[in-house]
């Protein structure tokens, strides 16, 4: 099945950029809803951003609304995550998801396949 590997982590100043990249191997992936969460240590996995397939549309968690950018380019099977603006509090482990379920939002639950996550650490 689908594989997803995330890429682009790392430390970087508050109010920083950093770009994370997520390749599918395998799968139809202009079909695939894709998302973005995040899990801090000791803190639940948590909705950052989420991407539909064809004619895409996006939703952003408020945490991130204006600061982050989720996009697709399915010639190369790859979503992104710009992320700006960096704040210590957007310290996690980022992690890439995928579901064939049209209807798939904002939950952990919704997807079905997972990354092995990316660190992005900010610092003060």
């Known amino acids: 099945q689908v594989q997803l590997v995330e890429s682009g982590g790392g430390l970087v100043q508050a109010g920083g950029s950093l770009r994370l990249s997520c390749v599918a191997s395998?799968?139809?992936?202009?079909?695939?809803?894709m998302g973005w969460f995040r899990q801090a240590p000791g803190k639940e996995r948590e909705f950052v951003a989420r991407?539909?397939?064809?004619?895409?549309?996006?939703n952003y968690d408020d945490s991130v609304r204006g600061r982050f950018t989720i996009s697709r380019d399915n010639a190369k099977n790859t979503v992104y995550l710009e992320m700006n603006s960096l704040r210590p509090e957007d310290t996690a482990v980022y992690y890439c998801?995928?579901?064939?379920?049209?209807?798939?939002?904002?939950?952990?639950?919704?997807?079905?396949?997972w990354g092995q996550g990316t660190q992005v650490t900010v610092s003060s």
């Open positions: 991407i539909s397939g064809s004619a895409p549309s996006t």
């Open positions: 998801a995928a579901t064939t379920w049209n209807y798939a939002n904002i939950f952990p639950a919704h997807y079905r396949l």
């Open positions: 395998g799968g139809s992936f202009s079909s695939y809803v």
